[in-house]
Each structure stands twice: as C-alpha cells, then as structure tokens.
C-alpha cells in the first residue's frame, strides 16, 4: 500500500511493482488499473467492467487525475 504519493517517480515505481508482481493498483475513487486484459478476470465483479489497461507510470497518474 502507497499513501499520499507525489511527485511523478513514484508512480513510476508504482507501475514497475504492478508489473514485476502481477499486481492491479486499485486508487481510491478511482478506476482499477491493469496491465493486461486477461488480469481483469481476476478481479472482483464489481472492479472488473471500469478497469482500464495502463502501460506506464504516467498512465496510472492520468487515472487518478494528477496528469
């Protein structure tokens, strides 16, 4: 879990962790973000139809509206 992220680096640490794990970085208020469509399948139902794919930090910081 990452709290109170600013500045631009970490996000791109943040979708480096996602993708090194596997993992879906779910913002808060937010859409779900994933890396592939094929992980969409494995989220929770009510996640599944808003997830959007992303393919760099600067898109997850789209996402949640700080780009």
Known sequence: MIN??????????MFEVAVAGGYA???????TCIRRAEQREHLPVELRAD?????????????????
Not at 25 to 31: D, K
Not at 51 to 67: F, N, P
């Open 51 to 67: 997830a959007v794919i992303v393919q760099s930090g600067e898109d997850l910081l789209r996402v949640v509206g700080g780009a």
């Open 25 to 31: 970085v779910l913002p808060i208020g937010c859409p």
């Open 4 to 13: 109170h992220a600013s500045g631009r680096a970490v996000w791109d640490v």
